[in-house]
């Protein structure tokens, strides 16, 4: 056994020590943004970020809408829409904003790292974008943001109360910084948008009323709920180029906004300038009077509007909406001519309506008989124990009007003794 390892260890080869050697990766650029988008990186004393710049001069147009339009618009235009809360000021005023962010839920964890700002001037529409190059260049974003807002008075959103300035508000925060939209008023379009036209589309997403309205139809656009993960790619592998169709899609959001807010908001100040074509669209701007105690202009539009072609259902519940109106307008007859159509027709109002006028018959008109009439009819579609206890009432009362009653004859009276005869 010694001679075995003696013979096997002498023809191993020598063993050369070797030196361990690491090649080290090459070094490359840290966000390759420049090469993709024209800009510049901009310092502050909170950091260094990175911004775009877009301008649509005034003798464009995107889809229907005219952008030299933006700038001649009325100075008490979000009056009306935004219920007061929004003072007159003129366009140039307006600041308009969007946010591409790391999530869509929300909280301290989420934040933007794309912030669109536009406005509008005589030169046309521009817009402004900050850009997180990483997460740490944030207080610089949020600080230029901050400076660029002191020239306006009136921030507009799409969805912005709920979402976009609350996500701010908390970066403020987190950096220590005091939010500036504290002395803004708040024009969120999203709320008015849903007024005018949640009657007309399926959907009031910004990008559906882009297309519907204005007859844009974007191309190779990137879906919303991808843009996060576009973003931690880029953070991941330093490649920009994926990110640069978001964007675009933040620019155009903010350029369809503006546009929007060219149209909206006419619907609400004076319909009649608002050129309303669509049924719904009328019926829409009526039901916001209605609840604004408009009463007799939301009845004028609910009439326009059932005039043009819309939805059986949207028929029926608008005329029972114009009854309704007309009798707390105290106009009994107008209110009594459509309960008598939804009463005539297969509808989902046709028992309310034959109740409407049973009530009305009975204490208005004092026709019990009537009354009667179309509470049985109410019954033949909805046997309910309001309905027969309303009818039990009726029969009564006809009942006791029609019972005979014993008349006041001579037989019946007790003459009055003759004082003379008595002795």
């Known amino acids: 056994m010694a001679r075995i390892n003696e013979k096997y260890a002498s023809a191993a080869p020598a063993v050369q020590p070797v ?34 710049f877009r301008q649509w001069e005034r003798h464009r147009r995107h889809g229907s809408m005219d952008i030299s339009t933006l700038a001649e618009l009325p100075h008490d235009l ?15 005023k307006w600041a308009f904003l969007d946010t591409e962010t790391t999530g869509l839920a929300g909280g301290t964890g989420t934040y933007a790292f794309l912030i669109g700002l536009g406005w509008i001037n005589e030169t046309g529409f521009h817009v402004k974008q900050y850009f997180l190059r990483e997460p740490g260049e944030e207080p610089s974003a949020l600080a230029a943001l901050m400076e660029d807002l002191k020239a306006f008075d009136v921030l507009v959103t799409y969805n912005g109360k709920t979402f976009d300035a609350p996500l701010l508000e908390t970066r403020f925060r987190l950096a220590r910084m005091r939010p500036p939209f504290e002395r803004m008023a708040h024009m969120d379009l999203l709320h008015g948008s849903r007024r005018l036209w949640k009657l007309r589309f399926d959907s009031c997403r910004l990008m559906e009323l882009e297309n519907q309205i ?32 978001v964007f675009h899609h933040n620019a155009i959001d903010i350029l369809t906004l503006a546009c929007l807010t060219a149209i909206v908001p006419y619907a609400f100040r004076d319909p009649s ?32 509007g059932i005039k043009r072609r819309i939805s059986d259902e949207l028929l029926y ?31 989902p109002h046709r028992v309310a309506a034959l109740e409407e006028l049973a009530k009305h018959y009975e204490h208005k008109e004092r026709n019990a008989a009537l009354a009667l009439e179309f509470t049985e009819q ?26 005979p009653r014993l008349p006041m004859t001579d037989s019946l009276t007790v003459a009055a003794p003759n004082l003379s005869t008595i002795k």
């Open 214 to 245: 204005l007859g844009v139809e974007r191309q190779g656009d990137v879906p919303g709920e991808l843009i996060p993960y576009l973003y931690f790619d880029y953070l991941r592998m330093g490649e920009i180029g994926r990110l640069v169709p």
């Open 273 to 304: 300038e608002a050129r309303l074509a669509h049924g719904a669209e009328m019926i829409g701007v009526a039901r916001w009077m209605k609840k604004a105690e408009r009463w007799e202009d939301a009845v004028a539009w609910m009439r326009q």
């Open 19 to 52: 030196e361990e050697t690491v090649e080290e990766a090459p070094e490359r650029e840290r966000y390759f943004v420049e090469e993709w988008l024209s800009g510049e990186a901009v310092e502050n004393e909170a950091g260094a970020h990175y911004q775009t």
């Open 78 to 92: 979000l009056h009306a829409v935004s219920e007061g809360t929004v003072p007159d000021a003129p366009p140039e």
């Open 378 to 403: 109410a019954l033949r579609y909805a046997d309910t124990p309001e309905l027969r206890r309303r009818k039990q009432r009726l029969a009564k009362k006809l009942a006791a009007r029609s019972a």
């Open 317 to 347: 519940r608008t005329m029972w909406d114009i009854a309704q109106l007309e009798k707390k307008l105290e106009r009994p007859h107008g209110a009594l001519a459509v309960y008598t159509e939804l009463a005539q027709v297969r509808n």
